[in-house]
Each structure stands twice: as C-alpha cells, then as structure tokens.
Nanobody, 119 residues
Framework: QVQLVESGGGLVQPGGSLRLSCAASGFTFINYAMAWYRQAPGKERELVAGINRSGAVKDYADSVKGRFTISRDNVKNTVYLQMNSLKFEDTAVYYC????????????WGQGTPVTVSS
C-alpha cells in the first residue's frame, strides 16, 4: 500500500522555523522525484520545492527561495522541508508529492499537514 505521511506542521510565529517530514512507503522511493506543494485557503495548490531522485537537483518557488530547503534521505525514504523566516503568507496546508521518474503517470500525494504562521 502506497503511503506518503507528512508531519511537522503546526502553529509558529512570524520569523520562526518548522521542519516538515514526509515518510514514504509502498513504492521504490529512490525512483521518485519528490516535491512539496501548499494550498492556502481560497487559493490553488502551488509548487513550493522539488528535488530529483538523487537529491542533487533542487528547485524552489520564488516566494520561498533563500528561506526554505528541501532535502531527502533515500535510506529512510523520507523527504524534508526546512522552513525558516516564516511569514504570514506561508500559512497553508503543505502536501508531499512523489512522481515516478521513469513513468510519470505514477503520482502519489500525502494527506497534508497544516502550517499556520500567526502572532
């Protein structure tokens, strides 16, 4: 059974930090490019950061560059999102996504973890 389970979300003050984790199971993790998306209330889901299979190539939305870092551990089958200098506008539900690098038809999503930036 394929599972992507996010954790680490919560309430944080502006300027604070959070580290999200996404634990994968049920598929060959190292074959999958991974990404974090987010969806704020009333807005469409947007790509936050992506990482290739090896972890050597990373990409970020302009709004988070220099503040967020995506990484992965192919032994633990986990992808992370380190979020620093959080802003009010980072408030959203954050989703983990995996896509098979060899067959892009295979895409998996986690259930999401909420992040609220508030004073």
């Amino acid at each position: 059974q394929v599972q992507l389970v996010e954790s680490g979300g919560g309430l944080v003050q502006p300027g604070g930090s959070l580290r999200l984790s996404c634990a994968a199971s049920g598929f060959t993790f190292i074959n999958y490019a991974m990404a974090w998306y987010r969806q704020a209330p009333g807005k469409e889901r947007e790509l936050v950061a992506g990482i290739n299979r090896s972890g050597a190539v990373k990409d970020y939305a302009d709004s988070v560059k220099g503040r967020f870092t995506i990484s992965r551990d192919n032994v633990k089958n986990t992808v992370y999102l380190q979020m620093n200098s959080l802003k009010f506008e980072d408030t959203a539900v954050y989703y983990c996504r995996g896509q098979d690098s060899w067959d892009p038809r295979f895409v998996y999503w986690g259930q999401g973890t909420p992040v609220t930036v508030s004073s």
